[in-house]
């Protein structure tokens, strides 16, 4: 019984640590807009970002885009002292950047720090190289959002990508982000770490506790 008791417990304590806001993505829209200038087209992607607390903070980007590569040659990741470009990655970031691959580029970075912003999130420029479709689509992405109040860090899918109508070229249609298995209420659950204390809990209870005698 008293170990039932304790199990009680602990489960109260974790409850509110594990808890996310499953109806809903930080990441409202991201949407990417290009200017051509010459045979140079500029690329920049902008995220619109609710934060769901005064504490939560953008703390991880896994970031994987193709395009048409007999369209499109990379020229540069543009960076500002050697950081992105960007109202969402700081200097408190480590990336590391994929450019190696003719026709996709990758970004990952993390920070131990987290930064709270929207708008720009990554700026890229390319060379045209012929007419036609760009082909511009964002493949096994997503982000976190750590949170302080909570300990907790929390991943999302990016959103689908949105691109502007005034582009010279038309681009072909995104691939859309796998989704998530719904809940038994239906709505989709996002994926989510255990703060310092739920992991605490489990190392001493184990993952499950059960009523005994």
């Known amino acids: 019984m008293k170990r039932f008791l304790i199990c009680m417990l602990a489960i109260l304590l ?3 640590l594990s808890a996310v806001r499953a109806d809903t993505n930080p990441m409202r829209s991201l949407t990417l807009l290009s200017e051509a200038e010459g045979d140079v087209l500029d690329v920049r992607f902008f ?8 504490t939560a903070a ?3 980007l896994d970031f994987k885009l193709t395009f048409s590569k007999d ?7 543009v960076k500002i002292d050697g950081v992105p470009e960007s109202e969402i990655i700081d200097d408190s970031f480590f990336g590391q950047e994929l450019t190696n691959v003719s026709g996709s580029f990758e970004y990952h970075c993390a920070s131990a720090f987290g930064h709270r912003g929207s708008g720009l999130l990554l700026h890229l420029r390319f060379r ?3 007419e036609g479709a760009y ?16 300990n907790q860090s929390v991943s999302y899918h990016l959103p689908s990508l949105r691109q502007d109508s005034a582009q010279q070229n038309t681009p072909l249609p ?8 719904p809940d038994a209420s239906g709505s989709e659950q996002p994926e989510q770490t255990k703060g310092w ?5 489990d190392s001493i209870f184990g993952s499950s506790c059960t009523g005994g005698k």
Do not use: C, M, N, Q
């Open 135 to 150: 082909g511009f689509r964002t493949l096994r992405d997503g982000y976190s959002i750590y949170d302080a109040s909570t």
């Open 197 to 201: 204390f739920a992991r605490l809990i």
């Open 128 to 130: 045209i190289l012929k």
């Open 71 to 77: 369209v499109l040659e990379l020229i540069e990741f």
């Open 14 to 16: 974790v409850l509110p």
């Open 174 to 181: 995104d691939v859309p982000l796998p989704t998530k298995k």
């Open 58 to 60: 953008f703390e991880s």
């Open 47 to 54: 995220a619109e970002i609710d934060y769901p607390s005064d």
